[in-house]
């Protein structure tokens, strides 16, 4: 063995020993860090936090539903309930839950940085984010919201619930979400690793880099609609109450406008993810990268024009109506492609079913239908029908539950033996995937009927018609419920006694995969550079740990490459040499 070979044994054991989750040691080093890994893993565990306490709410709310009338609480405490279970789903968990949870940890290793831009301000977005959720607790403790998530004016205005508190709480965290946003965006145009260009990075990249533009232009507009519904509510202002001359439409106009862009800050970071995990789990170049990456920016920027479908029995002009449903339906142009593309990549592909790929395709089969039933939704004379009906409900959580959710478990699956160094049980994540689609479908696809049958949401009781879909509803909650705990388990149980997961236990081709799991403090021993394309699967060979080698099939430009420490292994799985091509 050459010193130079002894010294990258000796660097590579350091490496494996030593990584972020025990350097440095102590509470204190937690509490204070700047390594966006550990900021990404406390975001992780917060937000797992409000997912809990928000599903919580959920099945009470379902459960009081098994009939008409009153089963465990009355009308008050369940307007409460519902308030609650929306304001903490929307601005506690599923906003943050990909950006700053997943996108903090892997972002930057997937571009090949030490870190993320601004380390400091990364911290202080996470406090931020803990101020704000404490003024949300507060009115969960101290006498609730019944407002709805929305807190529509002028109820808000009137109500003697802790609207203040509430609203207060949701400004403070549109700066966290801010923050985090500036910090990706300058991250990715500024500590690419050498050789990854615009159109050589990740799609991931792409999706988390369009999803911070919305944050950024976005989120203000928010902040400012609340601000001045505290003033209202305070001073007696005038701005929406129509007894004090305001106007309660101007108030929708301005929460929309920022609100329907907030879908898109959930579900574009989810179609991020599931470009990984197609491209990762077919073994195949992803088909039609251009169209995918650039559709991400194309939805962000439809996202701002399309806020008025929310207000088509508000009063707005009848002009007004018709252009915002064609432009409705111009948004699926974007998201099709999207869908298309992922279709087209697993053709033909070897395609592999561990846990992630199986919730991508829970993903593309709830989002699909998310997506086909808000068409629905934007046709004019079919919405004055299903306006605020539980078609409503069901389309909006097939697009964020079965969207956003399916694919944050996905990526939370992926990427938990490189957070963790852990594998878990693969038999145990299937059975849980498996009640997890069962569940949410038995669950929500009742509410389309009944609500194409005119049952109207957020109604405390009904008549008998709609009792049988209501029951199989609520029946539906407790079987995604054992999902879930399923998950928690095998999860809690992999961190304990899990199988040591290998540097590359998906053999993906993007950067976070050339590291150790867990990685070090500093993410790479060297400095990573990326050699050709994220998913260019034709053109190297890997070793069981992802180490790459050139390829002899491969164009003689491409047979260059090697892995960090510069050995050349090769890799055979079932007896067959695997040809694929890995960034380094």
């Known amino acids: 063995m050459t010193t130079t070979q002894a010294l990258g044994k000796v660097a590579s ?36 936090l409000f997912f809990f306490a928000g599903g919580v709410f959920a099945l009470l709310l379902r459960f009081e539903l098994i009939a008409p009338g009153k ?38 290793i997937m571009l090949g940085a030490k870190d993320v831009a601004f380390p400091r301000l990364n911290l202080l977005s996470f406090y931020v984010y803990v101020f704000g959720a404490s003024f949300c607790l507060y009115s969960l403790v101290t006498g609730g919201v019944d407002t709805g998530w929305t807190f529509y004016t002028p109820y808000s205005v009137e109500t003697n619930t802790n609207v203040i508190s509430m609203t207060l709480g949701v400004f403070i965290l549109g700066f966290s979400s801010i923050f985090t946003g500036m910090n990706f965006i300058v991250t ?19 999706g988390i880099y369009a999803t911070s533009l919305i944050q950024i232009l976005a989120t203000p507009v928010l902040a400012i609609t609340l601000v001045l519904l505290i003033l209202e509510r305070v001073w007696g202002i005038g701005i929406f109450d129509p007894a004090m001359g305001g106007d309660p439409v101007l108030y929708q106009h301005f929460f929309w406008f920022y609100s329907h862009p907030a879908v ?3 579900i574009l970071p989810g179609m991020a993810i599931i470009s990984e995990l197609i491209a990762t789990f077919s073994h195949k170049k992803i088909f039609g990268y251009v169209p995918i990456a650039f559709s991400s920016v194309a939805i962000a920027l439809v996202s701002f024009i399309v806020w008025g479908h929310h207000m088509f029995t508000s009063g707005q002009s009848d002009l007004a109506s018709m252009i915002f449903s064609f432009l409705t339906f111009l948004v699926g142009i974007p998201s099709g492609i999207k869908v298309f593309n992922w279709i087209a990549t697993m053709y033909k592909g070897s395609l592999t079913f561990q846990a992630p790929m199986l919730y991508t395709h829970a993903f593309l089969a709830l989002f699909t239908i998310g997506g086909l039933t808000g068409i629905y939704l934007g046709t004019l004379s079919v919405d004055v029908h299903l306006h605020d009906t539980y078609f409503v409900v069901a ?28 594998m878990y049980n693969e038999t145990w994540a299937t059975v849980s995937a498996a009640l997890i689609f069962i569940g949410f479908n038995v669950t929500f696809f009742p509410q389309f009927i009944m609500g194409a049958q005119g049952m109207p949401r957020r109604y405390y009781t009904y008549i008998d018609q709609y009792q049988s879909m209501h029951a199989l509803s609520t029946y539906g909650t407790w079987i995604l419920g054992v999902g879930f705990l399923i998950m928690a388990g095998y999860l809690t149980v992999s961190l304990i006694n899990g199988k040591k997961a290998t540097k590359n236990p998906w053999l993906g081709l993007t950067l976070e995969w050339t590291t150790a799991s867990p990685p070090p403090t500093e993410n790479f021993l060297g400095n990573p550079r990326q050699l050709w394309g994220p998913y260019d699967y034709d053109k190297v060979l890997m070793d069981e740990n992802g180490l790459v080698i050139f390829n002899p099939n491969a164009p003689k430009d491409d047979r260059h490459a090697k892995d960090e420490n510069g050995s050349a292994t090769s890799h055979k799985r079932d007896g067959k040499t695997t040809t694929m091509k890995q960034t380094v």
């Open 71 to 108: 089963d465990i609480v009355g009308p008050d405490t369940y307007n409460q309930l519902f308030t609650l279970h929306g304001a903490i789903m929307v601005f506690l968990f599923i906003i943050p839950a990909i950006p700053a949870a997943l996108g903090n940890f892997i972002l930057p």
């Open 13 to 48: 054991e350091l490496q494996e020993e030593r990584n972020y989750l025990n350097y440095p040691k102590g509470i204190w080093s937690w509490l204070t860090t700047v390594d966006h890994k550990r900021i990404g893993l406390m975001y992780l565990f917060s937000v797992l």
């Open 264 to 266: 898109y800050i959930m």
């Open 188 to 206: 990715i145009h500024r500590l690419r690793a050498p050789g990854m260009t615009w159109f050589n990075m990740p799609l991931f990249l792409w």
């Open 395 to 422: 389309h909006f959580h097939y697009v964020m539950m079965g969207g956003t959710v399916m694919a944050f478990l996905g990526g939370l699956h992926y990427w938990w033996p490189k957070m963790f160094g852990k």
